[in-house]
């Protein structure tokens, strides 16, 4: 998954069911986090660096930090999951040929993959 939260939060603003992929995305403004995200997106056929190019409900859409940022303790309080891990409890740490992808706990859920208690 490219985008973590922010795709799930466009997908729902499309309407678009969970094989909806994005394939593009820019950010606006300055500072982090930015103000204004653009992705595009589209459910992919077959496999490799084409299946974008072949896919089907190709969509573009627009959102802001503002957006974001009340989507996100809906979504918890709807999945009873980590908006930053997904639910998983971990996030990459790092990645090297030799070892692959090394995990460590997530940071805002602390390894429960449930959303922090208030």
């Given at each position: 998954?490219?985008?973590?939260?922010?795709?799930?939060?466009?997908?729902?603003?499309?309407?678009?069911?969970?094989?909806?992929?994005?394939?593009?995305?820019?950010?606006?403004?300055?500072?982090?986090?930015?103000?204004?995200y653009?992705?595009?997106?589209?459910?992919?056929?077959?496999?490799?660096?084409?299946?974008?190019?072949?896919?089907?409900?190709?969509a573009?859409?627009?959102?802001?930090?503002?957006?974001?940022?009340?989507?996100?303790?809906?979504?918890?309080?709807?999945?009873?999951?980590?908006?930053?891990?997904?639910?998983?409890?971990?996030?990459?740490?790092?990645?090297?040929?030799?070892?692959?992808?090394?995990?460590r706990?997530?940071?805002?859920?602390?390894?429960?993959?449930?959303?922090?208690?208030?």
């Amino acid at each position: 998954m490219m985008g973590g939260i922010m795709e799930i939060f466009a997908r729902r603003l499309l309407g678009m069911p969970d094989t909806w992929e994005v394939f593009r995305f820019q950010t606006e403004g300055h500072g982090v986090p930015k103000d204004w995200y653009e992705f595009e997106g589209c459910i992919p056929i077959g496999k490799g660096k084409l299946k974008y190019r072949k896919g089907t409900d190709r969509a573009h859409v627009m959102f802001s930090r503002e957006q974001i940022d009340a989507f996100i303790p809906q979504w918890e309080q709807e999945t009873d999951k980590c908006s930053d891990c997904l639910g998983a409890g971990q996030t990459v740490a790092g990645w090297s040929r030799e070892t692959g992808t090394r995990y460590r706990p997530c940071d805002k859920c602390r390894g429960t993959g449930r959303p922090e208690e208030k």
